[in-house]
């Protein structure tokens, strides 16, 4: 048993993994389908250099591509329960979350990090949608609390860069909850007059569409995400009507008057620097006692 186990199972694991390794040097568009080689595609920030689709990216990869440098620094989030309803449908969520921690590599799909952004300090909350979807559940709402809390503390704008399913289902009402608590940590936010920005990525739907992800001062998302509360296929077999072409796409939303702008990903951190000097500016000038500025 132990030359089995010490022996022949590990052969097998690294041809395995070698195997693997080869595959996932290249990756396939979801929208035109091309094959694109991983430096490429890792170079151009997961745009495809063919029909410019924007692939998702998790969060190590936006605080590399959003922050001065890639330089930040992540902060501490608090521990919650694990699993507390001990949900279980085809299998345990307790095993789900370590299927998806194993995956990730994170013990969560909400991180965050500080750091500046062309020069402005920001606190940054990204979500993973290959964590759980993104979805919110009790971790993602003490995680937006404590980046609400660290941007007041350090006097920096808070951006959330939003991608997720909704409510996590298997926290039950423990995941709504986290609706109201998400929306009185902006308003700490903005009780600082500090500024308070959303990127909204594919996917943003469900409570979080419902909650932190529409109360922006400032609402950009990237080409061609999907937004909304329900998805399409819900709404139409709900009103049984076709909907308009690209309905709940953000250029849709954006000619409707939901956001406010879309930024290509090459752009993003360049108008968020923008829009953060601007903001910032203000906010310094309405600090400043009347006396001093007459």
Wanted: charged letters at 25%; aromatic letters at 6%.
């Amino acid at each position: 048993m132990n030359w089995l186990t010490n022996f022949v199972r590990p052969k097998i694991g690294s041809l395995v993994r070698k195997r693997e390794s080869r595959e996932n040097l290249w990756t396939k568009c979801p929208s035109c389908g091309q094959i694109i080689f991983h430096r490429d595609l890792a170079k151009n920030q997961s745009v495809c250099p063919n029909c410019d689709h924007h692939l998702r990216i998790g969060p190590n990869d936006r605080f590399a591509n959003l922050f001065d440098d890639g330089a930040h620094e992540r902060i501490a989030l608090p521990e919650v329960p694990t699993d507390p309803l001990r949900f279980r449908d085809t299998k345990r969520y307790a095993d789900r979350l370590k299927e998806n921690r194993s995956k990730t590599g994170d013990d969560e799909a909400v991180i965050v990090a500080h750091g500046n952004i062309v020069g402005q300090p920001a606190v940054i909350a990204a979500q993973n949608f290959a964590f759980m979807a993104g979805s919110m559940g009790l971790a993602a709402g003490e995680a937006l609390i404590t980046a609400a809390r660290e941007a007041v503390d350090r006097n920096a704008a808070l951006i959330v860069i939003a991608a997720a399913g909704g409510a996590r289902m298997q926290e039950g009402i423990l995941s709504l909850m986290q609706m109201p608590r998400t929306v009185v940590a902006v308003d700490m936010v903005r009780e600082a007059r500090l500024p308070y920005v959303v990127v909204l990525t594919d996917p943003t739907t469900g409570g979080v569409t419902a909650s932190y992800a529409m109360l922006g001062d400032i609402a950009i998302a990237e080409p061609g995400a999907l937004i909304g509360f329900a998805g399409p296929r819900v709404i139409e077999d709900t009103i049984r009507e076709q909907l308009p072409e690209g309905f709940q796409r953000a250029e849709y939303l954006l000619a409707h008057g939901m956001i406010d702008m879309v930024v290509h990903r090459h752009k993003l951190r360049e108008t968020l620097g923008r829009i953060l000097s601007l903001l910032m500016k203000r906010t310094t000038t309405d600090n400043i006692p009347r006396a001093a500025t007459s």
